[in-house]
């Protein structure tokens, strides 16, 4: 059961200090389990120290590994070797930083940047809603929760936002319009208003078009488009 | 070599908070509510607040609803305490407990997506340890939100210190915390980003950087979790608390060490070796696999130390197997489809079909920098360092003593987070509004220095790996005097090889191996003091197992304190377990006396 592949990464690299882009390859004898990053941690150890690129749980709960490999966004500590080599039928990745930020080194884009558009939608209830008595939580069925507990999974990992035909250029992007549209639905916020209107403006839901690429590539599986396709049909 | 290492820009501040994750942001959410205004910087390693561990805790959050009637905050207390081995510190116990419902509705009032009920209003479980009438039948008294409970947390407690104006730095680390006199003024800040070390003045500090988990080769924990803020104190003189005291899970998937989760052996999941053999009716006759989980941890352990383990080649990491195969296509669809899910997407294997390899995983650490029940760091003979704070794992108040209970760490997080913010209030209104700031940082310099001007073809990444295997075997579920003694003679080895490492890049700006031999220098202080504290500690107690030594001993009853400030010369010292609970000596007080923990 023990399969070993040899691997090609073509890794995109940037060196802020020389501001030099080029691509680098290594190649890697990996076992079939390893995943994406025990390739990067590999070569940093046994290779080149200097790649630079991003982890923190590394098991699919916060969105920090997001890469393109072979131009699908996606997460690094996702993807096994073996289903990299069967998914995309190669042994030979193109590794890429996801182009939802400028990127500051190798793999590793500005997420303060990134973050700007999700902070932009208010990522929090503006006005809350006071719940019934003082010392009491607020009583939501769980089926008001259902219609919206999907869109609280969003962990901004940008994968959608990468893949988004039109987040490149005005639109806010699909996970920031998760975050705005879960609290249209939530009823602990009263400022509905505002909500709207953001969802509704310049850099909203109208940029959307419609190619569902933001359900395709979720690595949570979430079904983004019709989040959005809820909003645009004025959650009716 | 001319690389400057000097702090280019000074910043003050009220409060300055190293960690982003969820102790951090709700004590500095609870200081802007109350106090709007308070200048508040935030640090976060991890490249955005909503990436750091706390994102990751699944299970739940324990707190007593005063709604429920067969429930009490005592038989909480009680549950913590003997969880603990009676190592918790009763002060501590009570107020956490006392508070937990509070800090639920401050969650669910500011948004947090609790799981419901038909009624509306939260959803509770049972967890493990955790009982009503003490020990009588389980309590239910963790609410939760589906299976990222932590992430919910972590969601609302950034959500509101954004709200709120809280200047957060990410991608940084505290590299120097500024202590005179016994009154800390902040810290030297390296924004990873930017390659720029800025002077931090802050009246209050915060520590909340979370767990060390990576001192072990499997682990729970995230990347980010090298023991930063530990080390941070230690370096400053200041002693570290019951270090020896490390929680490990006993099936973590191999090798990414994720946790499969307790389910899978209470819906008739089989452990079995090599052989295939199943092996837990040795080590628990009549419990088997539903053994608590140090038993569990141990017994595995024990198959892998006699030879009875796997290598799982690509991972090179030693395990056992986790049969499921046996168990009816409807449990594994309906009660384990999260965690089957773990073992598809992580080692490609189909539960259904095929054996999966699981060991114990470093989960937690119930050690860290102690502090008084208000959150305030105390040095060596429980004196306070003013202006210093530490909350969530790094700290230890201690609410967990040497074993914590599932659904206890989110909770004293949040909670003390919230205890340490009415404390920093109060300080805060107390100061004059000048404060003249001390210039004497100077560590942080020559340690950069060093790295810089190092020489050698040491590898950085293999002396941490060889770290992470030696503490993994020497010093993890099973401990001997041999053992650890072992271990500490090859840490300072390492530490010896670490010096002749040169860096392949002399660039400031993220350099990540430049963060990584940081890292390596913290990981090898942590790692060193919980062997010395394990060495010390000649009994069992907790998560803290010596063969040698298999029993709790009563002249052990005190919490460790083990300082550090030049590597590998110790100063051991101890503080009181606090009993304030047994000694008030109110009805149910023999409770809280040294009880047996057997479940």
Known sequence: MSLAYDITLNVHRYNPDDNRHWVQSYEINAGRIMRFVDLFRKINDEQDPTLAWGSSCEHGQCGTCSMKVNSKPLLACELLVENAVNYFKTTVFTVEPLDVAPVVRDLVIDSDKAYQRVDAVKPYIIDPEPPRGEGEEHQISPELLDQYVNATRCINCFCCASACLSSHKNFLGPNSMLAAIVRVLDPREKEKEERLKCLYSENGIYRCHSSQACSFVCPKDIDVAHFIALAKKGFE | MGISIETSTTIDCDILIVGAGGAGLRCGAEVLERRPGTKIVALTKVSHPQKSHTSTAQGGLAAVDPKDPLDSVLFHAFDTWKGSDCTADQNVVKKVCESAWDQILWLENRGMHFSRERDGRLSKRTFGGHTRNFGESSAYRAVFEADRTGKGIMDTSWGESLKRGITFINQSIAVELLIEDKQCFGCVVFNQ?????????????????????????VTTNCRQNTGDGLALVLESGLPVMDPEAVQFHPTGIVGPGILASETLRSVGGILRNNALEPFMSKYAPKM??????????????????????????????????????????????????????????????DPQKELCPVRPSNHYHMGGIPTNEFGEVEDKVQAVINGLFAVGECAASSFHGFNRLGTNSILELITMGKIAADRVIGCLSRQSETIVYPTTSTRFESRFKRYFESTGTENIGLIRNKLRQVMTRNVSVFRTEKSIAEAIDIIKELKLRSENSALSSTSLSLNQELIQRWELDNLMAVAMVICEAARARKESRGAHFRDDYPDRKDQYNYHTLVSMAHFGVFDLDRREIDRSLFDEGKEHHEKFDFIERKY
């Open chain 2, 288 to 349: 088997k696999e539903l053994a608590p989980r140090d038993l569990v941890a141990r017994a595995i352990e024990s198959e892998i130390r006699e030879g009875r383990g796997v290598l799982n080649p690509d991972h090179n990491i030693q395990h056992v197997w986790i049969d499921l195969r046996h168990l009816p296509d409807e449990v594994h669809q309906k009660q384990i489809p999260e965690v089957s899910s773990f073992f598809k997407r992580y080692v490609n294997l």
């Open chain 2, 193 to 217: 980003k930017s390659g720029e070390f800025i002077t931090v003045n802050a009246r209050a500090t915060i520590i909340s950087t979370g767990g060390s988990g990576q001192v072990y080769q």
